[in-house]
């Protein structure tokens, strides 16, 4: 079992930068592949990022490619979302995930625990 807390989500003006953390707890952290989703109003929640058990391997969908980076930190139970160059069609409430698949996948589906989520604005 894994309980999962977002943190730092807020308001920017476009442009603009924020660093979303997820602090994880529970057992066996390092084996989880990890992702951030995110979810505007009236819209399906979105794959935006993800990163393998060991930080080896991430992924980022196309539209925050360049801007967004996922990393992780196995010894503190942290994964950071950077997201850089930050436009207002970002506006959403961003979850962290954690799988127990084995591997990074892109659907809602492929995660088995979930926070609450943190609200992210960014204005025109």
């Known amino acids: 079992q894994v309980q999962l807390v977002e943190s730092g989500g807020g308001l920017v003006q476009a442009g603009g930068s924020l660093r979303l953390s997820c602090a994880a707890y529970?057992?066996?952290?390092?084996?989880?592949?990890m992702a951030w989703f995110r979810q505007a109003p009236g819209k399906e929640r979105e794959f935006v990022a993800g990163i393998s058990w060991s930080g080896g391997s991430t992924y980022s969908t196309d539209s925050v490619k360049g801007r967004f980076t996922i990393s992780r930190d196995n010894a503190k139970n942290t994964v950071i979302l950077q997201m850089n160059s930050l436009k207002p069609e970002d506006t959403a409430v961003y979850y962290c995930?954690?799988?127990?698949?084995?591997?990074?996948?892109?659907?809602?589906?492929?995660?088995?625990?979930w926070g609450q989520g943190t609200q992210v604005t960014v204005s025109s």
């Open positions: 529970g057992r066996t952290f390092s084996s989880y592949p």
């Open positions: 995930a954690a799988s127990e698949m084995g591997r990074v996948g892109v659907k809602r589906y492929d995660y088995d625990y």
